[in-house]
């Protein structure tokens, strides 16, 4: 009983997004947005990663919830926390092996959670939700402060040793079932048993359905590489595509039904705590907020970003040379990750992407939803996981796919 109605939930939550009329204006609270969704793919309900490094997680189980809603038609509940699990001890021992060179770090990548699901399955949440992570019986949500750096401090132990047991694995996987829960090994869904992996075969999920892809030019196009980033330390081969074919891979997925799971910057001025991700012409900030250059000038940070983004404004005209710079100048770093699942447009007819973050729904001006432009998605997207069907045929074609 308690499994239907946490689904009965899930259902509700996803019909709420997935039957956005088109005609409706979602108005925020600041001065000067006005959104009309234009497209809306069903979504599971959002959810609040709270004090965790597991937006990777969370948002790639998104788009894998996504894809059990366009497939089968049925709400899902994945647990963040056996993938956080399984992932973190694997990025340990990767880093024992090459003697704790690499930096043992809580986050991860959306590749992570793929590689999880094909080897060791998934769970519903029901069946792995964590444990209690405060003092009190209401602290439910995440808080791994405390765990990030006692699992590093058990790693960092390890260094100066000649020698180590066989059994350091799994001193390390006691402090992850004590902070998270144990993996089971077997839960009951509607009745029925599974195993792990056997529960991503019912619900049909495949691991080669899934290709990711970036777009720079320190490697050649339309082949693949290992994008050089810190959580992508399984080297997953990402196809490296043109700045254009990067949005149009974007834009097939969303017009044919397909959410994305999209890895990008967010500090940018320009990404705010409201529900906003645009990129403002900062160069000419007083120009374009009509601000007095001496005031503007002796503005702070703070009070500039918000004079930017309090309502539609010019923005930057992005290049490929533009997001390549910013990936060697440490501008563009390995951030957030978040599910893109519709588009929108303000009042002005300028498009935007509808992006579910795992902030909690009241973390922003319109229940934990962004609305991103097209300028900073071109700008700030580090890379992208599709369902291989999402990719234009030409392009599928061209890569072999």
Known sequence: MKQTIIFLMLAIGMAAYAQTDSTEVKKDTAEGWQFTTVDSIAITPVKDQNRSSTCWAFSTLGFLESEVLRTKGKAVDFSPMYVVSKT????????????NEPHFAPGGSAYDVIYCMEHYGLVPREAMPGIRYGWTEADTLPVHNELDKVAAGYLKG????????????????????????????????????????????????????????????????????????????????????????????????????????????????????????????DDHGADITGSDMAKWVGMSMDKKKEELTKKPLPEKTITQQMRQDAFDNWETTDDHGMQIFGTAKDRNGKRYYMVKNSWGTLRSDYHGIWYVSEAFMQYKTNDILVHKNAVPKDLRKKLGI
């Not at 973190?88 to 003697?99: E, F, G, L, N, S």
């Not at 006691?174 to 509607?190: H, M, Q, S």
């Not at 495949?206 to 082949?223: L, Q, R």
């Not at 980033?229 to 990402?238: A, E, G, Y």
């Open 88 to 99: 973190m001890i694997d990025r340990a021992t990767y880093c024992v092996r090459m003697y």
């Open 158 to 281: 390890l260094n100066g040793l000649k020698r180590i047991s066989p059994v350091w694995r799994e001193g390390l996987q006691a402090i992850y079932d004590t902070y998270l829960g144990k993996c089971p090994e077997e839960f009951e869904v509607d009745g029925k048993k599974y195993t792990p992996r056997k529960w991503v075969e019912s619900l049909g999920l495949k691991a080669d359905d899934y290709v990711s892809f970036t777009s720079y030019t320190h490697h050649p196009f339309y082949e693949r590489f290992a994008l050089e980033v810190p959580d992508n330390w399984r080297m997953d081969q990402m196809y490296n595509v043109p700045l254009e074919d990067l949005m149009r891979i974007i834009d097939n997925a969303i017009a044919n039904g397909y959410t994305v799971a999209w890895a990008a910057d967010v500090s940018e001025i320009g990404f705010t705590r409201k529900g906003i991700g645009v990129v403002p012409d």
